[in-house]
């Protein structure tokens, strides 16, 4: 098989990439190891920043993101006995929108259906080749046991952090960082309506909590606990025992519903960059090159500023043999990589319990001042609602 560019792993980046290469008039072909069903499927992250949303919009993908997902203004910040309400539109005049990662793989699988686009689904054995070279390519074995080789102009990795294209990129070319944080976050799904209108950050003594949503009918909510928790000690009822602690239930009147759980994980929390995001002909992007614990609600965020910055990039490589575009995209792109998960970090240090009484400190010192402050309530407003893509 021959294409102008390979991409690697079918999730929302590599799906997005193709679907703006396709409108640069540029054809590309998708390799995934997991079936349609798996991806779309799989649960992660639900707040969109108004970039992406943007983005989505002016290619074509906001119509049903504009009927069923739901724009919110901002954010609740609490701890024992206070709740405040920052308002990033008053802040800095831009939204986010409540719409699963699950919509939008499945916004653009259809899409990309519709456009005819070749993508192999459920295959083995994905191995890049030559990327130091101008003819670099793809083998794997398909879903039928064949096996294939993918010759192209370029390869992207947006496969995730246990994809082959991280560590195609020798180990000499390359620096990475990674923060392993002492805790992790237990998640839930459950069918009831959300018993606030905006998600609910909490800091507690018992430990982190989080009140998000899906839908009307859907809530998201989690809980810090340690790492290497077994999901199997955490019965339904200590789950909702525990987020009605520390999300305040009966405080000034507010109340936590309950609800049958379909749906229970436990998330370890990490960071982790890989720099440069392009070697040779391989260009990484999404998870490939960065993670961000969810915190901040900037992993999908960042994966579709990726692609926004590739695409073009890519598209006058191709067409034009103008690397201009490519030979700049890891420093642009790292950027906001770095910005991100600065803010990831910060988030999540300011409002998971430490076992250290001096951080404890620092922590409700921090939340007063955002409390208190304009200007802090808009640094953290600008940097949740999303930086401009190329920022």
């Not at 396709?22 to 108004?50: C, H, M, N």
């Not at 990129?169 to 960082?177: E, M, N």
């Not at 890989?274 to 490939?288: C, E, K, N, S, V």
Request: proline residues 5%; aromatic residues 8%; glycine residues 8%.
């Amino acid at each position: 098989m021959r294409t102008p560019v390979a991409i690697v792993g079918a999730g929302p980046a590599g799906l997005l990439l193709s679907h703006l290469l396709d409108l640069a008039g540029v054809e590309s072909v998708l390799v995934e190891t997991r079936s349609r069903e798996y991806v779309e499927a799989r649960i992660r992250a639900g707040i969109l920043e108004q970039s992406t949303v943007d983005l989505l919009r002016e290619t074509g993908l906001g119509d049903r993101l504009d009927r069923e997902g739901d724009e919110h203004r901002g954010i609740y910040l609490q701890w024992p006995e206070e709740r405040h309400h920052l308002d990033f539109v008053d802040l800095v005049g831009r939204s986010v929108t409540v719409y699963g990662q699950t919509e939008v793989t499945k916004d653009l699988g259809k899409a990309r259906e519709a456009a005819g686009q070749q993508i192999h689904y459920e295959v083995t054995g994905t191995a890049v080749h030559d990327i130091e070279t101008d003819r670099p390519y793809v083998t794997f074995t398909d879903a039928d046991g064949v096996q294939q080789r993918l010759d192209a102009d370029v390869v992207v990795g947006c496969d995730g952090s246990f994809g082959p294209c991280r560590t195609a990129i020798p180990d000499a070319a390359k620096q990475t960082w990674e923060r392993t944080y002492p805790y992790s976050w237990l998640g839930v799904l459950a069918d009831v309506a959300p018993s606030t209108d905006e998600l609910i950050y909490a800091w507690h003594p018992d430990g982190f909590a989080m009140h998000s949503m899906r839908s009307a009918t859907v809530s998201r909510l989690y809980l810090q606990v340690p790492n290497g928790t077994d999901i199997g000690d955490w019965s339904d009822e200590r789950i909702w025992e525990a987020l009605a602690t520390r999300l305040g239930h009966g405080q000034d009147g507010w109340t936590l519903t309950p609800g049958p759980i379909t749906d229970k994980s436990v998330l370890p929390m990490r960071s982790f960059v890989q720099q440069p995001m392009r070697h040779g002909r391989l260009f990484l992007a999404g998870d490939a090159a960065h993670i961000v614990p969810p915190t901040g609600a900037k992993g999908l965020n960042l994966a579709v500023a990726d692609v926004a910055l590739l695409a073009p990039a890519l598209a006058a490589l191709v067409r034009d043999k103008d690397f201009t575009l490519a030979d700049a995209y890891s420093d642009t792109a790292l950027r906001r990589v770095w910005r991100c998960t600065h803010f990831s970090w910060w988030m999540t240090t300011m409002l998971h319990r430490s076992d250290d009484p001096f951080d404890r400190q620092l922590q409700l010192s921090q939340l007063q001042w955002l409390a208190r402050s304009e200007a802090g309530r808009a640094g953290l407003a600008e940097n949740y609602a999303g930086l401009p893509i190329g920022f």
